[in-house]
Nanobody, 117 residues
Framework: QVQLAESGGGLVQPGGSLRLSCAAS????????MGWYRQAPGKERELVAS???????KYADSVSGRFTISRDNFKNTLYLQMNSLKPEDTAVYYC???????????WGQGTQVTVSS
């Protein structure tokens, strides 16, 4: 059973900001590193940011310096603050554990981010 719910996406102009949220199950949040992934049309899903259970951070080169991942372990919620957005950031954004599950059914619906003028 998928217990991931992403929200916060939308349409934003280049240079703008968005904050994504992901409500996850308590078990998933407690025992796993978590990550934000994105999938653009015609491309494979990619990991853009991850955060360990102890708070270690990693970012893809394409978003480093612009995106910030964080987690609230009391609320079982994952966040992605996205600044200085570019058209190439346009994608559906998903959260999940890191490394991700192998089954395609263990993903939420994602949230669409569109960066366009």
């Amino acid at each position: 059973q998928v217990q991931l719910a992403e929200s916060g996406g939308g349409l934003v102009q280049p240079g703008g900001s968005l904050r994504l949220s992901c409500a996850a199950s308590a078990m998933l949040f407690k025992f796993y590193d978590m990550g934000w992934y994105r999938q653009a049309p015609g491309k494979e899903r990619e990991l853009v940011a991850s955060i360990g259970t102890a708070g270690s951070l990693k970012y893809a080169d394409s978003v480093s310096g612009r995106f910030t991942i964080s987690r609230d372990n009391f609320k079982n919620t994952l966040y992605l603050q996205m600044n200085s957005l570019k058209p190439e950031d346009t994608a559906v954004y998903y959260c999940n554990r890191n490394p991700p599950p192998t089954s395609s059914t263990l993903w939420g619906q994602g949230t669409q981010v569109t960066v366009s003028s």
